[in-house]
């Protein structure tokens, strides 16, 4: 019902018939609609927190490339496998109240600050380029979030394992082929 009709249009008794409960049922778990709004919320950023899997760069079973790839599928199997919820997240969620937003900043901090350490450790390792983490998690955090709101908000049609690749050509190619040249210079391919 959240992501049908939002979290202030959604009324307690569409939501306790769409769950097939009595209302009665509804009071002894939760106490009001927030309440309930506020669990799913929860649940979801516990699924999606255990699907991030720390890289090992000494796993001789599955390449660094293979491993990141893994995350990026289970990260977006995560959030595809339920797009209500995710849509919940990427719009109801937001401006609910100021301790709901506090809740989902804390959420995207923690969210950027492992995937910032990520890119330091990749860094470390040479296997992310030089540059600013901070920047790189924001940008990666920003196409992960375009990239959902297309697919679950505006109903883009793309392939779960389509995004996948995408998300990690992105990543590891990026999308700018310039030399070192002055500002404009283009590196032409045959």
């Known amino acids: 019902m959240f992501a049908k009709r939002g979290y202030h249009?959604?009324?307690?008794?569409e939501?306790?018939?769409?769950?097939?409960v009595a209302r009665g049922t509804f009071y002894l778990y939760f106490e009001d609609k927030r309440a309930i709004f506020e669990e799913i919320v929860d649940r979801a950023f516990a699924r999606l927190g255990m699907s991030f899997v720390r890289v090992d760069p000494e796993d001789a079973?599955?390449?660094?490339?293979?491993?990141?790839?893994?995350?990026?599928?289970?990260?977006?199997?995560?959030?595809?496998?339920?797009?209500?919820?995710?849509?919940?997240?990427?719009s109801d969620?937001?401006?609910?109240?100021?301790?709901?937003?506090?809740?989902?900043?804390?959420?995207?901090?923690?969210?950027?600050?492992?995937?910032?350490?990520?890119?330091?450790?990749?860094?470390?390792?040479?296997?992310?380029?030089?540059g600013d983490t901070k920047m790189m998690t924001i940008l990666t955090l920003g196409a992960l979030k375009e990239m959902l709101y297309q697919v679950v908000m505006r109903g883009l049609a793309m392939e779960e394992e389509t995004i996948v690749a995408e998300i990690f050509r992105f990543l590891s190619k990026g999308c700018l082929r310039v030399n070192d040249g002055p500002v404009g210079s283009v590196t032409r391919s045959a």
């Open 9 to 13: 249009a959604a009324k307690i008794d």
């Open 15 to 20: 939501i306790v018939a769409a769950a097939n």
């Open 61 to 90: 079973t599955r390449t660094v490339s293979e491993q990141i790839q893994e995350n990026i599928r289970r990260i977006v199997s995560t959030l595809l496998e339920d797009r209500a919820t995710t849509k919940i997240l990427l």
């Open 93 to 130: 969620a937001v401006g609910l109240d100021p301790a709901f937003d506090r809740k989902l900043l804390v959420f995207y901090e923690e969210v950027g600050r492992l995937l910032e350490e990520s890119f330091a450790d990749g860094q470390k390792l040479g296997v992310v380029s030089e």
